[in-house]
């Protein structure tokens, strides 16, 4: 990142309350904000200002924050991170299929938001974002559906893995069969939630070995590689999600 | 129709037992009479006959319209050809009455000096007196009037006459009952006497009488059937459709108002109190909605703004109570959404979910863990199940200091158990736990935070989850949790 032109945030949200205060936090953060207080007014300030990513209420009268995020997507591409008053997973998977990069529910730590915004914008940065998003993952009889975090074993039945576990499973799957260091591992799960950034690769490699593999003690998805790394000894192959 | 049982419990059951018994009662009463009008009928007609043999002049009867000559030609035949003719006659004629009008006059009507009452026979006070009425009913006061039953071959009038007795036994059986009635009528000499065979009981009367008693009866009770269940199948459907609105609260495809008048207003008005409860319940998601959100939004900002604060332990203060308040507020909306319609439950494997939670706390260095658990898959609500096993784990990490987790299957049940080494609860205290809003004592400090409702959002997860919250000291010390969910 460029320091001395500072990343553009626009805000939107139509609680005065909540977005002054966070517009002053985001700014002292070195952040370029721009406010909007309604999905009308950020539609105006979007026509002069191009944002690096968009923060968006999901709740506002008149047009809501899930249709801005689609119009947002579809005709400028930008990224987005939702907020939002409710934390049922529904919410949460209609955000994220319309293409939303990431939402916090409120009220969040502003310096996870920044995390958050961060770990975004470094994604958009590295690579476009992969078309197959929400395509599921199959390996050895298991199927990994990233849109809904959910893990679901040869029955059908529903496996619970947390989210560092989840991201590490899609860290081995999106690599197959190549040998990924601690390092690397650790930059990929890297979340954004704080309390992960220092957990231990090894420690969430066993417990996801325990979910997966037929005996934890003797790994037979997910191998150890001599000299310090995991290799995932699958083969993945990747399937449109069915709607449900 | 479901397996018939000694006392039927079904409305169905109870009003058709009831109707068949009350037809059946009224059925046999008009039975009864109806035997009874015959039996007096036929009583009646005896007596008239009787009456009317003894009130005949013999001169007159033995000319009635030219059938003195058939008689006496009868007569003639009966000595040559051994009476084969009146024989043949009686038979064809198959009435009693006939045949006895067939007999020699002097059977019909004697003139005789001695009481015909044999040695040993009860007179019929009754008939008697129903004899004399009609007597008097034609003008006649009779002095004195006899009237006995008795078998035709215990009759005077057959001694010497075996083909008389024989005959009467071939034609009209083998003990037929003779009516004897005699009486003293004014002038006359002596007794006249009159002998009327009783006819027998038509054996085929009371078999009819029976037999068009039980037609009618299947009739009506077939009938009645037909009308009943019309009138409580839709109840039957309305019992169903309630048992499942209780269940699931989804007011949508209301049931169409059927069957008779009154049962049709019950659909209705069901109908509108399933569509008021939805609203209602609606309404109620929609205002918890709308709290949360009006309430997040300032805890939001507050949150924001207390990082400006420069002292770090004042601020991490701050923080968890704003974190405390979010909480509780989530807890409130949860206990008031938890079992609402629209999830349906996943097959889930459980000693995954189990681990998963555990090392959420194993993560945070919390003393808890896993003793023993295999694989068990279920279907659950997944959020809402790693929500109380949480709650419960707090619980026992708080009160307990550490916890204990594991997942058996005990018959039936699935057993997710969470063990702590702390006080436990006083016995008495135990069910006060599970309201909202309760703490244990330890809670005093105010360090532990949470709006009191951990335990009674387990229960009601639990419950959603078809099974049960118990809670239990344990011999050795501390509390027991346990949540049971029937594997059925």
Redesign the interface.
Known sequence: MIEDTPTRLLLVDD?T??RE??AE?LTRQGFAVQEAESAAAARAVLIEFTPDLVLLDI?MPGEDGLSLCRHLIETRDLPVILLT???E?TDRIIGLEIGADDYVI??????ELVARIRSVLRRAQRAPVPTEETALYRFDGWTLDPLKRKLI?S????????TA?FRLLRAFLDHPRQVLDRDRLLDMVQGREA?MFD?AVDNQVS?LR??IEEDSRNPEIIQTVRGGGYRLAADVRRSAAETR | MPKLRPWPRSLLGQMLLALATGLLVAQSISAVLLYQASESRREQTLLNAAAFRLLGNPQADRNPNGRRGENAAENTMRRSDGGRRAEHRGRRAGMAGELIQGLPLNLRLEQTEVSPLLAGEVRKPGREAALREILESQGIAAEDVIVVTRSFAADPITHNRERLRQRVAQTLGPDTQLMVAAAKLPQRDGWSVARVAEPPRQRGSVRMIVGQTLLIFLFLFTLQFLLLRRITRPLQILTGRTERFARTQDPSAPLRAEGPQDIRRLITAHNAMEARIGALLDEKDVMLGAIGHDLKTPLAALRVRIESVEDDHERGRMAASIEDITRSLDDILSLARVGRVGERPERAELSSLTASVVEEFEDMDQPVTLTESSRMVHPVHVTWLRRALRNLISNAVRYGKSAEVSLTQSGTDIILRVEDNGPGIPADRIEAMLEPFTRGEASRNRDTGGAGLGLTLARAIAEQHGGELVLANRPEGGLRAEIRLPLG
């Open positions: 609680e309350i909540l205060p966070l936090y709740m008053a409710k934390s997973p409120k009220p969040f730590e502003p310096r074993d029955d059908g039945a529903m496996i619970a893995i947390s576990e309390h957990r417990r325990r979910k």
